[in-house]
């Protein structure tokens, strides 16, 4: 065995100790390299010794509970302005849309009935019946809620669909799909019309729609998107009729192809010719079309 030796002329073996230095002058050699190491960082420059410091960081501040995001009924959007004060947003567009109302003290909107999601404590819901023989042969909608504030409401259409709002003036009238209608302002009216027995065969639609009139803000709803069409004077525009939303221009009922067979196969054959001036409300989805392929499917299966 090869053994070790020290300055001081002492023997020993390497394994005995791990180190090439005897156990006793282990402290010796330590305390002398301890030395060499302080004089070694005197010589370094003053910034090389302060990036030799450890780096200290202050810990993350904290948020404040005035920072903290907010769990009220309140909606963080861009809020419009309407009549008597109220505003309102539209959330969740285009195809899960959501109606949000602020109501001032003692300002009502109408809605259809089953539409709230959720309401401020302070909001008075009621629900009214209007009984009418015209509603009840043509299916219309005999009953209505009716919010009154102050405070906030969430409204929202059954089906998938988008929301949007339509001013109503004195001077002009919308007609109005019976499946479009979402909510109202209270100075809005909401009629039961007929739109002739030749229009309602040949359109696919009922025999009788809604004409609103009055003063206020009108808010409606599709299924899918929707989209708009401003006409000017006599310019035309062709809409499938499943696709109508609301409209306030002449329309006419014709066939999209020649000859009835068309018609027949591809059920696009009847569409509605819109002449301007006015605005045509249309939504990209067609309900009745979307209830047959439900229902296909789930006779198949």
């Known amino acids: 065995m090869a053994y070790n030796q020290n300055p001081g002329g002492q023997y020993y073996p390497p394994q005995q100790y791990g180190s090439n230095v005897p156990y006793q002058d282990q402290g010796q050699y330590q305390n002398q390299y301890q030395n060499q190491y302080h004089q070694q960082q ?41 009549v008597d004060g109220i505003s309102y947003s539209i959330t969740n567009r285009d195809t899960n ?9 003692g300002v009502v909107i109408k809605s259809k009935p089953g539409a709230m999601i959720q309401m401020s404590p302070t909001i008075t819901l009621q629900g009214k019946v209007k009984f009418s023989m015209k509603k009840m042969f043509t299916g219309g909608e005999m009953a209505e809620s009716v919010y009154t504030g102050p405070g906030e409401v969430s409204l929202a259409p059954t089906l998938f669909g988008d929301i949007s709002a339509i001013p109503i003036r004195g001077d002009e009238g919308w007609n109005l799909g019976k499946d479009a209608f979402l909510a109202c302002t209270g100075g809005v009216v909401k009629e039961t019309k007929s739109q002739g027995l030749g229009k309602a065969f040949f359109s696919g639609e009922d025999l009788f729609i809604y004409r609103i009139s009055g003063q206020g803000t ?8 929707i989209v708009t069409r401003d006409l000017q004077a006599n310019e035309q525009h062709i809409v499938d009729n499943g696709h109508l939303v609301a409209w306030n221009c002449r329309y006419a ?20 010719r819109f002449t301007g001036p006015g605005r045509i409300y249309i939504q990209t989805r067609n309900q009745d079309e979307f209830g047959d392929w439900v229902a296909a499917r789930s006779t198949s299966a």
């Open 42 to 82: 005197q010589q370094y420059p003053p910034q090389q010794q302060q990036q030799q410091q450890p780096q200290h960081h202050a810990p993350p501040a904290v948020p404040s509970a005035s920072a903290s995001t907010s769990t009220s009924t309140s909606f963080d959007q861009s809020w419009h302005s309407t």
């Open 97 to 105: 849309a959501m109606l949000n109302v602020r109501l001032p003290q």
């Open 218 to 225: 009108l808010w409606v709803t599709s299924f899918g998107a």
């Open 253 to 272: 009922i014709e066939k999209a192809g020649k000859g009835g067979v068309h018609s027949m196969t591809t059920g696009e054959g009847l569409v509605c």
